[in-house]
């Protein structure tokens, strides 16, 4: 039997998790959210005091890497992250760990480390896969291919609005400069970089809402699981 896989990639602040996690819950399909295994990554060698040992310690990271003690539970609230047994669902989220998460995901061992973990999420009836690779890299096969997008300016202004909502303090200005720093680390890493693929159906959302470029992404979807 084959697995429906849609897949969403883009740059970081475009949305693709929350309308991942929509069309999840739309077609009753399983959620991968592959930016969080590299932000979990990111955050484990840090806790372990490794992250600044990669080229000395890679062998050791890499053994870490793919024994990663990890749950992604569900509740009324949303989806809980646990490493080690530890709820670290918002910490996984701040800019910090988003740098982290950047950083290892530019190490080819520690890609090849988490490939096979993430196809292991491509169970019946479907998957929504979610983050910078999934189309040219972890699921070429996938029948539905996203790449959203957006300004850094308006991906910022919505980073911001998020941050704020968990009751952080940040400045817009740091907020960009993340941003467009983060977007040459992973547009320029030399493995699977972060591109759109050739069929993938491109949303630039930055004058659009969630419910619009939703309705987008339903519609295209419907049409490609439909062949």
Request: hydrophobic share 40%; glycine share 4%.
């Given at each position: 039997?084959?697995?429906?896989?849609?897949?969403?990639?883009?740059?970081?602040?475009?949305?693709?998790?929350?309308?991942?996690?929509?069309?999840?819950?739309?077609?009753?399909?399983?959620?991968?959210?592959?930016?969080?295994?590299?932000?979990?990554?990111?955050?484990?060698?840090r806790?372990?005091?490794?992250?600044?040992q990669?080229?000395?310690?890679?062998?050791?990271?890499?053994?870490?890497?793919?024994?990663l003690?990890?749950?992604?539970?569900?509740?009324?609230?949303?989806?809980?992250?646990?490493?080690?047994?530890?709820?670290v669902?918002?910490?996984i989220?701040?800019?910090?760990?988003?740098?982290?998460?950047?950083?290892?995901?530019?190490v080819?061992?520690?890609?090849?480390?988490?490939?096979?973990?993430?196809?292991?999420?491509?169970?019946?009836?479907?998957?929504?896969?979610?983050?910078?690779?999934?189309?040219?890299?972890?699921?070429?096969?996938?029948?539905?291919?996203?790449?959203?997008?957006?300004?850094?300016?308006?991906r910022a202004?919505?980073?911001?609005?998020?941050?704020?909502?968990?009751?952080?303090?940040?400045?817009?200005?740091d907020?960009?400069?993340?941003?467009?720093?983060?977007?040459?680390?992973?547009?320029?890493?030399?493995?699977?970089?972060?591109?759109?693929?050739?069929d993938?159906?491109?949303?630039?959302?930055?004058?659009?809402?969630?419910?619009?470029?939703?309705k987008?992404?339903?519609?295209?979807?419907?049409?490609?699981?439909?062949?």
């Amino acid at each position: 039997m084959t697995v429906q896989i849609i897949t969403i990639d883009g740059p970081s602040g475009s949305g693709k998790g929350t309308l991942a996690a929509k069309l999840a819950e739309h077609y009753q399909f399983h959620l991968l959210d592959s930016g969080a295994l590299y932000r979990l990554l990111g955050l484990s060698l840090r806790n372990k005091q490794l992250l600044d040992q990669l080229d000395t310690q890679l062998e050791q990271c890499v053994h870490i890497a793919s024994q990663l003690n990890i749950q992604f539970l569900t509740t009324e609230q949303g989806i809980k992250v646990l490493l080690d047994n530890e709820d670290v669902s918002q910490e996984i989220r701040t800019e910090e760990v988003g740098a982290f998460a950047s950083k290892v995901a530019a190490v080819p061992e520690f890609r090849a480390a988490l490939l096979q973990r993430q196809r292991n999420f491509a169970q019946a009836p479907g998957l929504v896969a979610d983050g910078r690779d999934m189309a040219t890299s972890i699921f070429p096969e996938a029948q539905a291919k996203i790449y959203l997008t957006a300004s850094a300016q308006s991906r910022a202004e919505r980073r911001v609005n998020q941050l704020q909502a968990m009751g952080l303090d940040v400045k817009i200005s740091d907020i960009l400069a993340n941003i467009i720093a983060r977007d040459k680390r992973d547009m320029e890493r030399e493995v699977a970089p972060l591109k759109p693929a050739d069929d993938a159906y491109i949303i630039d959302s930055s004058e659009l809402n969630i419910d619009e470029v939703f309705k987008l992404m339903t519609t295209y979807v419907d049409q490609q699981l439909a062949k």
